[in-house]
């Protein structure tokens, strides 16, 4: 009982430090400058995604759930995207993200102390998780990876449960939460649609090869619980079936799906069918993020997994582990994925769980053979190196700073901070592109269903012709996104059109806003 308790404390503890600690970082970055939780361009579109959930003018509700990106994190956001000062400065993004990292840490304790039964070697374990510069940065903006990282892991814990629990009575229980979590995870993002094969196919053959003296019954129970983990699948091709009339519009859905930007960029042809690129690239980024002396204590744990005989409970638990990680590797190599030095390098959270189980596993082997104070002074080098990576650079931090100043995206929130400063009512034609304007709309703090956005697909609208007799305010981008370019042409063409009605009162290098005369 004292033992239970015990665990419990450091569980208390450990999530307490992790919020502690992201707030502490959330708000320092914020008095450095309050952009800092929104550099991400994919932050600022999922919160306004979100919110418009509710607060659009054009359909609210489910209809805005769009087809590329998986719905669940967006889902999450709402209610925090709904107030207005968490919106605009993205803490919004934080009230989902931080309290995902803290419960994946305090799931990644249990799974190390499972394995390797020693507690303050699973709470460094776990504090190293969350306290790694690039992962903390990535749990307190609004990007998926960490919603991601929590069901993944959590399904992964209750694997590991039901793989290793020999009483049958409560193995399907764990096995239903497993299925039950990675549907989850796999309608947050798209590096999780592996696992649910992988699941499926292991019970199949657990069932079928090792569990001869089992019912039928249950093995058929077994099985058919973990086809359950394909719901999160089925439920999105059904979804785009139903609205998009293809199950597939997410894969090649023009400008947004990830196979169209992967095609109509440069990265591509460094790592399509290019193994050794795509090792360079994956490895330097690992190196960045991680740092040498993890992955080398991560690479002597796998050693000392490998050694003895009866691991291969472990050995599933880490396959289960590699797959996100296998499927973004997999991604790059046949055309689909995207990264260089350090774009996305956020991708390599994915590989985390797996790194810090592996370190785990070598320091709690090393224990008893090695001096106490070597093994502490291991850990110790471990955690200063993560204090020191701020000096050289957290990768994820750079990638998403350099996005944020990259070309017309510091003009975007300037614009929109100067609208909202103007905005005294009325309806905005806005005619910039969705990553532009959702940059625009997010720093005017003006209520979302004011805008008539204006794209490609949206000139059906009687608006884009006279916008006039609907509009008050007009946001006209100099050099828009893709998907509003042939619908930018038209209006570039036929500016004098729009001077008989409006007048210019702000113009920049990218931007133009006019008001009605």
């Known amino acids: 009982m004292k033992t239970i308790l015990k665990i419990k404390n450091r569980e208390y503890v450990l999530f307490l430090i992790v919020i502690t600690l992201g707030l502490g970082v959330a708000f320092y970055l914020y008095s450095l400058d309050k952009h800092s939780l929104i550099y991400y361009g994919d932050a600022v579109s999922h919160l306004v995604s979100a919110r418009k959930i509710v607060d659009w003018a054009d359909n609210p509700g489910l209809a805005q759930v769009g087809s590329v990106w998986l719905p669940l994190p967006h889902f999450l956001l709402v209610p925090f995207s709904l107030i207005d000062p968490l919106f605009t400065t993205g803490f919004a993004g934080l009230a989902v993200s931080l309290p995902s990292l803290a419960i994946t840490s305090l799931l990644l304790y249990r799974m190390i102390l499972r394995q390797t039964g020693l507690s303050h070697i699973a709470f460094a374990g776990a504090l190293l998780y969350a306290s790694n510069p690039n992962i903390l940065y990535m749990g307190i903006t609004a990007m998926t990876e960490a919603p991601f990282m929590l069901f993944f ?3 992964a814990y209750y694997f590991q449960q ?9 193995k399907s229980h764990y096995l239903r939460k497993c299925s039950i979590f990675v549907s989850l995870a796999t309608l947050c993002r798209y590096e999780g649609w592996i696992i649910p094969v992988f699941v499926t196919i292991f019970v199949i053959i657990f069932m079928v090869r090792k569990q001869l003296h089992i019912d039928t019954r249950y093995k058929l129970v077994a099985i058919l619980i973990s086809i359950l983990s394909f719901s999160g699948i089925a439920l999105w091709l059904i979804w785009n079936l139903h609205v998009y009339s293809d199950p597939l519009q997410f894969a090649h859905a023009q400008y947004y799906s990830a196979a169209f930007q992967a095609l109509n960029r440069t990265n591509r042809e460094m790592l399509f069918l290019q193994p050794f690129n795509v090792a360079e ?26 050694r003895p005989k009866g691991n291969g409970d472990r050995a599933i638990l880490y396959v289960f ?105 009325g309806t905005i034609f806005i005619l910039t592109g969705s990553s532009q304007e959702h940059r625009i709309m997010l720093s005017s703090g003006i209520p979302l269903r004011q805008f008539d956005d204006i794209i490609g697909s949206s000139t059906w609208k009687s608006s884009f012709k006279e916008p006039w ?34 007048r210019i009162i702000y113009e920049n290098e990218y931007y133009k806003v006019l008001v009605l005369k």
């Open 281 to 306: 690239i994956y490895g330097a980024t690992s190196m960045a993020m991680y740092g040498p002396v993890l992955l080398g204590t991560a690479a002597l744990g796998y050693i000392f997994h490998r």
């Open 321 to 425: 582990l590699a797959l996100p990680p296998a499927f973004t590797i997999i991604s790059m190599l046949i055309g689909v994925g995207e990264m260089s030095f350090w774009f996305n390098a956020r991708f390599l959270m994915l590989l985390s769980p797996l790194i810090i189980m592996l370190s785990s596993l070598f320091i709690a082997k090393s224990y008893g053979r090695i001096k106490k104070i070597a093994l502490v002074g291991i850990v110790g080098i471990i955690f200063l190196n993560q204090l020191m990576t701020p000096i050289f650079g957290v990768v994820t931090f750079v990638d998403a700073q350099g996005g944020f100043a990259y070309k017309q995206h510091p003009f975007a929130v300037q614009t929109g901070e100067i609208l909202g400063s103007m905005y005294h009512g």
């Open 153 to 155: 892991v959590t399904a």
């Open 469 to 502: 007799l609907y509009d008050k305010w007009v946001v006209i981008g100099r050099e828009p996104d893709d998907d509003a370019q042939s619908a930018a042409k038209y209006w570039i063409n036929n500016q004098e059109r729009l001077n008989e009605h409006y």
């Open 162 to 170: 039901w793989y290793e629990n020999l009483d049958i009575s409560t």
